[in-house]
């Protein structure tokens, strides 16, 4: 049996192996598949024509060679090694395995003596070894390699890429261990990758390395750039902050690595100061949509309450990395509104990025598109040089998010459950099977349910252990009555008992749509409604508008919000003429998908 | 007689030389004296202190130097100059003579034999000349020289630094012209620049380069950078846009040169498009500051109606190159609007940037302030390295707004007023003196005012014209009721008499304040009203509320806003407790002077 993407060596709820959670078809089933066809091949297609793979070739020869891409294009080679291995991990040997070891040979024969390993820096014509920190990304995309290391150790159980990872870990404990180096890398995201290589080496040294990387952030070892000491977290020590703030991809990886370290060093006060991260970054720093950062320039979060739709920013990757933080949070407390979280920003930022087709994605998720985009610049190559955009598109000059989106939903099975030693614990709602062991044996469930375009899940015992055991199921924060029966009786969410094979639990959420109006603190939406329905968010979409109606000209009769087969729909009031219309409301992930458009999830409120 | 800042060959409105428009104490008079007695030797100082002007020593030197500063350092020293110069126009002989002596010998001696002249490119250390469009900034700062030349030679009649000039705008025209390098800046402001230099020397061939540059803009000469080719203008040839777009800065100054253009040819299509593209872009892309740009990280406009005025960026170099256009427009049209919009601008944006000590200033203006700042990262120079701040700064980076400001302040006189043949115009209100010379012969104004505090302004005739002439006062915009009597009896704002010494005009503006509500399509601030009292825009400062208040709490009650022994007053209504305080509404211009604070321009107004 594999491991999970993520395996504390406690916690309270533990984490099921990919094999042991797998999705079935249905909503979260079919953007999986969509994902291992077309995702993953179209990304090392992209890859490889732009010569990011090429570089580790270069690399390799030992003579001279033009880096191409961006400083942290080796990173992208890793994300898509991981996401190839969570694949494996959950279904098995395919077409991808070839893909993957090529790829692993290609990065061990770049592979330094020493155990550096970045394919930009140190050659004689190259910029030195670590000479630029803010920029440099060297120690981020090092966190890439061992992640996708451990995915792969996990997936295929041989080590021909956790050899390489263990030799660069190794290297990094000697160049930035006590006594050496006194620096942090401009991006978090090696701290979370090193506690994971220890939870599978059991090298101690690998999670010091990651302490003593979370201890130094914030102790001003960064060179101060325009953006502040906050853009790379390096205002504030991680356990004396009570916001997230800075570049926000930067600063979630940082809180996931934090919380890691935090679980395996038993260290509470620092656990505790990123559940208070949490909690204020999600109450006063986060969109509905579960989007983070609402800064172009540096791609960070705003002050508290400022949240512009028009300026949204809402990177992917940052809503990849937020999942990141809510998962270890929910893992070491249980707390149900972290999987709340977690299934917001699934619905709404993962869901919405990509491109039906698997090969266009959002970099930037924006609430509020005025126009339809006309205005994205390609370079030669065809490749986007900017993340905001009105257009999923196919490639980015900065690509993070296609790969991350890769990694995401191929361990995405990983989310639906955990277990403790007397239960099942069900976190999200898509059909699939849960296979775990408990306390009495096993104990194996099937989940089936169109969710979320209907709120009925049933779930079903196939395999039942030998003696009580408890069933939680999530009451999500948005559900205003949620049923459950069993065997066609009430039952409570959460059930211990002695199971049957056969026995059925019957799940009614409540997705009637909800008007909701935002904090008076938040300018940018006052006056304005939104409208949610289960864990969507809705849209109002120029096309769904009459001709001759302007999108910055239709306001909302909240009371006439209604389901209506299925869909939602509302009366929405032009500005200036009083006509009324009915117009659909779409989920916010649809939009842009007929042809490029306007789009508002906060719509002005009728007067009157 | 030194001729104006501003020259046209042929214009409805004839500028006036500014020993003919001087200001006396007053409003206006204050901030010229505080420019001319601080902000010119601070930038000095710090311009020296950082080794900008060092950078021409080095430059002469012919041996190797480390350049200092950034691409467009040079600039800052040509606007100093130019500032210094139109001091002198218009107060005659002082100290800062021998600093400009200074300051042009140590330029002239950069020169290189065929005429170029930048400190960062060219010599075999440096990159080469013209190798970098997108942001060299070569003749961007060419044409800083070239404005800082016609100054010179307009204010001291020598040809010191007209020479350089010359000579730098001959090697541009062969690099440049037909059948040279088919390229333009990446920042506009040669085109204004070379306009002057052909209404100085009257060759041709600068004008024709102007021209050329202008009809090549949009034509996409250059690379396509992240921002889009909008960002440089590049993305519509001028004649065929309808509104200003991309990078503010950019915008103004060409589409400043643009009207120089059209005026000088007679191209009527240019200067109509010119007309529309400032009709549009006041009505949807301008902050009610007169501030433009809301974009940070480009610095750039927004689409249609995004105003944000949390991430206003109303970059203070905005404000100058939209006073700028402004000043072109009115004296090819003679129309108010353009007096209206400069107006507006020199009182919250001009007035606002400048610290009462003229050694501090905003870079960007922004019109809500949520927390007073913290955050503002300074090098070790202590120099700002970033624009968006709550404070102002002794210096930054990127410092282009205090010399900005200076060359302005010392030009202001020449924005009082104009004549035609037949009669004077008085655009602006301040306490000065007008000696224009009519059809009549000499017309002497007394102009006295302790506007804008208060209404009333008072114009007395020192010298009559022999034949009757005209006299034409600007009814402002926002004044709803006003007044103007002629020795004690009613008259109407254009009056043509045969003028006596003595006469006395007495106009009375209506600064009543006024509560203005927003445009429905400017999402940001919807549900908010903000206050204005003859052209100042007023704020609500944290500093004025009651201590156990945030700003964030604060709403309006807009029918309780009055006037109140000459400050404006209002009922603040607390958003949870209900509770009302009267509070004062003070003029944005003087935020930020009791210390940090919040602030916000925009109120939401209180419900029920």
Chains 1, 2 share one sequence.
């Not at 491991?3 to 999705?23: I, K, M, N, T």
């Not at 793979?53 to 990173?75: I, M």
């Not at 087709?357 to 609430?367: C, E, I, K, P, Q």
């Not at 939680?472 to 205003?480: G, I, K, M, V, Y």
Request: proline residues 6%; negative net charge.
């Amino acid at each position: 049996m594999s491991a999970p993407p993520v395996q504390p060596s406690h916690a309270l709820l533990q984490p099921l192996p990919l094999d042991r959670a797998r999705l079935e078809e249905g909503f979260w089933g079919r953007l999986q598949t969509v994902s291992r066809s077309a995702v993953i091949p179209h990304a090392v297609e992209w890859m490889e024509r732009l010569g990011w793979v090429a570089n580790f070739d270069g690399a390799a020869s030992g003579t001279r060679y033009e880096h191409r891409g961006r400083e942290f294009a080796d990173s992208e080679i890793y994300k898509i090694i991981e996401a190839i291995s969570w694949e494996r991990a959950h279904s098995g040997p395919s077409a991808l395995d070839t893909i993957a070891d090529d790829l692993i040979r290609r990065v061990a024969a770049a592979q330094e003596p020493d155990g550096y390993l970045h394919t930009l820096f140190g050659r004689p014509w190259q910029a030195p070894r670590y000479s630029d920190f803010t920029w440099g990304h060297e120690l981020y995309c090092f966190g890439h390699l061992i992640q996708a290391a451990v995915a792969h150790h996990r997936a295929y159980g041989t080590r021909s890429l956790l050899d390489v990872a263990v030799r660069l870990a190794d290297h990094v404990c000697v160049m930035f261990g006590p006594g050496g180096l006194n620096r942090v890398c401009g991006h978090a995201e090696i701290e979370v990758a090193l506690v994971e290589l220890f939870r599978t080496t059991g090298e101690r040294r690998h999670l010091d390395q990651a302490a003593l990387f979370i201890e130094r952030r914030g102790t001003g070892t960064l060179p101060l750039i325009e953006f502040g000491r906050a853009f790379a977290q390096d205002d504030l020590p991680v356990r004396e902050a009570d916001v997230l703030r800075g570049h926000a991809v930067r600063a979630l990886y940082l809180a996931a690595g934090a919380v890691d370290v935090a679980v395996e060093t038993g260290d509470r006060e620092l656990l505790d100061a990123l559940r208070t991260q949490w909690d204020n970054t999600v109450a006063r720093r986060t969109y509905i949509t579960g989007g983070m950062g609402s800064h172009h320039m540096d791609e960070a979060f705003g002050e508290d309450h400022v949240l512009p739709p028009d300026r949204s920013y809402c990177e992917t990757c940052a809503g990849v990395a937020s999942i990141m933080f809510s998962w270890r949070l929910l893992l070491a407390t249980g707390e149900p509104r972290y999987a709340d979280l977690i299934e917001r920003t699934l619905h709404n930022i993962v869901a919405t990025s990509l491109g039906e087709d698997g090969r266009s994605f959002f970099y930037a998720n924006t609430l509020h598109q005025r126009h339809p985009s006309d205005d994205v610049p390609l370079n030669d190559d065809g490749v986007c040089i900017r993340g905001g955009s009105g257009r999923r598109q196919a490639w980015y000059e900065v690509s993070c998010c296609p790969p991350n989106l890769a990694r995401t939903l191929a361990s995405l099975g990983g989310y639906l459950a955990t277990t403790t030693s007397d239960g099942i614990q069900i976190h999200q709602y898509a059909s699939s099977t849960i296979d775990a062991v408990v306390a009495g044996g096993p104990f194996e469930l099937d989940v089936t349910t169109d969710y979320p375009r209907d709120g009925a899940v049933t779930i079903t015992v196939r395999q039942a252990p030998a003696r009580p055991a408890s069933v939680t199921l999530r009451d999500p924060e948005w559900s205003a009555a949620t049923r459950l029966s069993l065997n066609g009786e009430p039952a409570p969410m959460t059930l211990t008992r002695t199971w049957q094979v056969g026995d059925r639990l019957e799940l009614t959420l409540d997705l009637r749509p909800r008007v909701v109006r935002p904090d008076h603190r938040v300018d940018a939406v006052r006056g304005c409604v939104a409208v949610r329905r289960g864990p969507e968010v809705l849209a109002l979409e120029s096309v769904d508008l009459p001709p001759s109606w302007a999108l910055e000209d239709a306001t909302l009769l909240p009371d006439t919000v209604a389901a209506e087969h299925g869909s939602v729909v509302a009366t929405a009031r032009h500005h200036r003429t009083g006509e009324d219309r009915a117009v659909p409301l779409i989920p916010y992930r649809s939009w842009a998908r007929r042809g490029p458009s306007a789009m508002r999830v906060w719509i002005p409120e009728a007067r009157g």
